[in-house]
């Protein structure tokens, strides 16, 4: 048996009610253990002066599957001028918008994560999605699957079909793709835009399909819900980026009807048209729905400032933003009967005050929500900016004075009255560790990730105590994967191979007949190959552990 000890550091574990205890930290085998003082362990680390939290997670990370490689094909001269460090360690890999798999991995790693999340895996490029996962090193991954834009079920909704059907349809979904959960894209709207439809409102109606937003995200919502899958339905709204939407992301909280929801990447979500350019924050409108409905998790998809590459599955609004690409150039893709994606390079600039207010928005929803464990921090990486600037942003919410510094240097309309020049609040350490560690892991029913409690993964980020939150977060002093260094102050000295997190929720078989006969009449490849089995998913994880997450209520594995 392995055992380490980390001694005398100041414990930072909201999970479990601790904020700021100097105590020791226990590993044997991979996992937390109680240790006597006395007991010889075959590894010890001094603590002393440094802040120990679990391994960071990121629940909303684009890392793999298809429009993730378009991503970085398009924008080889971000591979060429981010190549990686020397390090014998480090198999080549460069890139910093969209980082390459293995890159993705170490850059995760030097800053205390652990974990990443794929939001967006097509059903009918998820082997794919796992196998680029599976080749990112150190993190535990998953993947939610994407529902809601597919043929078939939009179909079924529009013959009125049982819901227990579409039900079922869901649950054969997750667990034939070997998902996380769910993700719902513009709801409807990547199909209508395959009918030339070019705006889809969440009571409007589908140009071919005759079926709103509401429909398709009420279903959802409920179909998850019953199967007792553990993180709720993940909802990209409609109208992204789109001046007003604010009344589209409120009208999708109301279709929930109080069932369980993430909205995700909000910010992009969050607009008004006040003013004299008709584009202004409705951050506190949205923060105060969120108060107000504790159904209701978020994150935030914060933009940082510098270039990057948005990636979405949403080909109606990346069509629309095509002609902003900056540089001039972008793919849109159509996904058989499925999904779609479009890449568009962006640059944010200070100056720009569209994105200087965007800036604003962000970090006034994280501070205006009062509930941390319902906002989870994210940049949408790489939409809003590459995951390497959290040091950055964690930085920003700590830190008031530096919050303004920033926000005198942007655009002069949005400095002089953006809200967020009169929000005081600074966020803590234990709130940092509650958005990044404790909520992402119980929205995602990881009992035991995001936490250092006895039992508990020994997943551990140890950052030097520095009043500069930028610095301190970026080079933590040691990062430990499942008890291994995987990382120290700020190199990579280790890079074992994640675990693949995933769900095999309960269905009627039957439905398979259907399946298989829908595809032989529509689709260009069989059903009856599309899914996943676990061999086949350990062998698409690089060989990595199968990590299978227990099912809440009817659903499967109770």
């Known amino acids: 048996m392995s055992t380490l000890r980390l001694r005398g550091g100041r414990i930072i574990d909201p999970a479990n009610g601790i904020d700021g ?70 198999l080549a890999s460069a890139g910093c918008c969209t980082p390459g798999t293995l890159a993705t991995g170490y850059r995760y790693a030097e800053m205390g994560y652990t974990a990443a999340f794929e939001p967006a895996m097509a059903v009918s490029n998820a082997r794919h999605a796992h196998m680029e996962m599976g080749d990112t090193p150190i993190l535990d991954h998953g993947a939610y699957v994407m529902l809601g834009n597919d043929e078939l079920m939009l179909r079924m909704l529009a013959e009125g079909q049982d819901f227990e059907r579409i039900r079922d349809y869901v649950g054969w979904t997750i667990h034939a793709t070997r998902a996380m959960g769910v993700k719902v894209v513009n709801p409807g709207g990547i199909s209508a835009f395959k009918f030339n439809q070019r705006k889809l409102d969440v009571d409007e109606d589908h140009a071919h399909w005759r079926i709103t937003p509401r429909r398709v995200v009420q279903t959802l919502a409920r179909a998850l819900h019953e199967l007792g899958v553990p993180h709720p339905l993940h909802i990209h709204a409609s109208n992204l980026g789109v001046p007003g939407n604010i009344g589209s992301t409120l009208a999708t909280i109301a279709a929930l009807e109080g069932l369980p929801a993430h909205l995700t990447h909000v910010q992009f979500h969050a607009y008004g048209t006040e003013g004299p350019r008709k ?42 933003n095509a002609d902003l690409g900056s540089p001039r150039k972008w793919i849109g893709a159509d996904i058989e009967c499925d999904a779609g994606c479009g890449i568009v390079p962006f640059r944010y600039r200070e100056q720009s005050f569209v994105n200087a207010l965007q800036w604003a928005i962000g970090l006034e929803l994280f501070l205006l929500v009062d509930d941390p464990w319902r906002v989870v921090l994210t940049t949408d990486h790489p939409n809003g900016g590459p995951f390497t600037s959290y040091p950055h942003l964690i930085r920003l919410l700590m830190d008031k004075s530096f919050r303004d510094e920033q926000l005198a240097k942007l655009h002069p309309e949005v400095a002089a009255a953006a809200p967020l020049r009169e929000i005081r609040r600074e966020l803590s350490l234990y709130e940092i560790a509650i958005m990044t560690r404790a909520a992402p892991a119980r929205l995602l029913g990881l009992a035991d990730r995001g936490q250092l409690g006895e039992g508990a993964a020994a997943d551990i980020a140890v950052y030097r105590e520095d009043a500069d939150r930028e610095a301190m977060f970026a080079t933590p002093e040691y990062v430990f994967k499942d008890g291994e260094l995987v990382a120290r102050a700020g190199r990579i000295v280790a890079t074992p191979v994640g675990g693949t997190h995933f769900l095999e929720p309960d269905f009627d078989p039957a439905i398979e007949r259907d399946l298989a006969k829908y595809a032989d009449e529509h689709l260009a490849t069989s059903r009856r190959h599309a899914a996943i089995g676990r061999d086949e998913l350990c062998s698409c994880a690089n060989g990595g552990r199968l990590l299978q997450c227990p099912m809440h209520g009817r659903g499967g594995n109770k």
Do not use: C, W
């Open 279 to 320: 584009f202004s924050s409705a951050a506190r409108e949205l923060a105060e729905a969120v108060n107000a409905n504790r159904n209701v998790s978020i994150d935030v998809g914060q933009i940082i400032f510098g270039q990057t590459v948005t990636a979405s599955g949403d080909t109606m609004r990346q069509h629309a």
């Open 21 to 90: 205890e100097i105590r020791d930290v226990g590993v044997r085998d991979g996992r937390i253990v109680a240790l006597h003082p006395a007991e010889k362990v075959d590894r010890e680390y001094d603590a002393s002066g440094m802040v120990v939290m679990a391994g960071g997670i990121d629940m909303h990370t684009h890392i793999g599957g298809g429009k993730v490689n378009l991503a970085r094909m398009l924008l080889p001269e971000d591979h060429r001028a981010n190549r990686a460090p020397d390090n014998p360690l480090e």
